[in-house]
């Protein structure tokens, strides 16, 4: 057996189901799930029908690269979103589909990390016999577990930065010392973010941009839930923006990732893409090849679709936008949190130890969260998930609204 599998942590909802094992929730109370980060809100009919429409291409082998619709859809959704210059996204070698950035994310890793480029331990004064050092992957924390286990797989170390309220939730790049950006191959960033909503500005994503040049490595933008914000007149911006807003239209070293999961309430489609530089997007092409994750034609014509509309996409902002408000306003008596930019989450401090507070809500309220710690890692500066939860918004308003309710008694409770 491959011995890097013993390395994978479990994963936090293995952990919040032995937090709940043994655990009774109240039978009057219908239990609300605000653990999971599933989208609930309507799938769009039009493409469930193209779906339907395109049902016999089910019979034919789909190509790796995908075909020229879905590549164009996608190049246009890019250039469109992100204010690219025109004919920067070329359809035919910027951008690749995928099957969910889950598998995306995990597989570009993978291609990308060179597990035999050591580096010499640094301040040694023998460098030839200098202890040699993995290859590095810098990522948030706390962060999407996927990054963790695909850094483990790949035969390289984690750095973490640590997300906090001092540094609004943002990884601080300035901190990260000179020796850890020479071992590093990979950046990973994931903007808006999971789970704090944090949204990198261009400024921060352009200080990443050089920092790539100047020591070497490639950074993977997560930007998965950059299409669930609340102010519909500042859309998070993207990697590719920062890139061109600096004069950078070949993309170089950027790769960004998107989902429909999330975007079009579309999670069991497995339908994303990668869009970024080229030379990368060939590498990573010839990887997709034996990977063997081609997306099938029925699947590229309901993701064509769904790239080329942006109605669905606003009115699926708008139920959030109403869902925070009505959540926000009862939770912000009783619990302090970052004010939600976007994605679907909210990331409140507990007045009382994150897994005691999520396995009590469960006893008196039957209402789940994840615990913060089971989204992030120990670092020399503590457990940045400790003393937070992760509530996922993605219930009908009502049920949120209910849930809400239910836990504000249950804090106003812990205060007695
Ligand atoms: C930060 C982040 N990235 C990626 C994914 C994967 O999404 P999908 O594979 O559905 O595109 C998720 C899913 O929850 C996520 O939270």
């Known amino acids: 057996m491959n011995p890097k599998l013993d ?52 019979a034919v082998y789909p190509t790796t690269k995908g075909g020229p619709a879905l590549r164009h859809a996608i190049a246009q959704w890019c250039t469109m979103r992100f204010k690219l210059p025109e004919g920067s996204v070329d359809a035919e070698h910027n951008v690749l589909p995928v099957t969910g950035t889950r598998e995306a994310l995990f597989a570009f890793t993978q291609a990308m990390v060179n597990s035999e480029s050591k580096v010499p331990l640094q301040g040694s004064q023998a460098p030839l016999q200098a202890p040699l050092q993995s290859p590095l992957i810098v990522s948030p924390n706390p962060f999407y577990q996927i990054y963790e286990g695909a850094a483990l797989l790949a035969g390289a170390e984690l750095h973490f930065l640590d997300c906090t309220l001092d540094n609004q939730f943002i990884p601080d790049l300035s901190t990260v010392p000179a020796e850890v950006w020479e071992r590093c191959q990979l950046l990973q960033i994931c903007t808006p973010g999971n789970p704090t909503g944090a949204v990198m500005s261009i400024e921060q994503l352009q200080q990443a941009i050089k920092l790539a040049d100047q020591y070497d490595f490639i950074i993977a933008s997560d930007e998965c839930y950059s299409e669930v914000y609340l102010d519909e007149q500042s859309p998070p911006p993207g990697i590719l923006e920062a890139c061109a807003a600096m004069g950078r239209t070949d993309y170089s070293r950027c790769v960004a990732f998107h989902s429909l999961s999330k975007r079009s309430n579309l999670p069991g489609l497995r339908s994303g893409f990668v869009a970024g530089d080229a030379s990368l997007l060939g590498d990573f092409l010839r990887y997709r ?13 309901a993701s064509t679709a769904a790239w080329n509309d942006e109605t669905h996409v606003i ?25 939600p930019q976007a994605s679907f989450y909210l990331w409140p401090e507990t007045p009382i130890d994150d897994t005691e507070f999520a396995a009590g809500l469960f006893a008196q309220q039957n209402v789940t969260l994840l615990p913060g710690r089971y989204l992030s890692r120990d670092t020399e500066q503590g457990n940045p998930g400790k003393g937070r939860v992760r509530m996922a918004l993605v219930a009908e308003t009502d049920v949120c609204i209910e849930a809400a309710l239910r836990i504000k008694h249950y804090v106003q409770g812990l205060a007695v």
Request: one cysteine or more; aromatic letters at 8%; a neutral charge.
């Open 7 to 58: 390395l994978l942590h479990p994963y936090p909802f293995e952990r919040l189901k032995a937090l709940m094992a043994g655990i009774v929730p109240p039978a009057h109370l219908s239990p609300i799930a605000l653990s999971i980060g599933e989208p609930k809100h309507q799938s769009p009919a039009f493409v469930k029908q193209a779906l339907v429409d395109s049902i016999d291409q089910i």
């Open 289 to 301: 090849t034996y990977h063997g994750c081609a997306m099938s034609m029925t699947t590229q014509a």
């Open 315 to 339: 009115d699926n902002r708008r139920q959030y936008r109403e869902k925070f408000a009505a959540v926000t306003e009862i939770l912000s008596d009783v619990l302090r949190f970052p004010e």
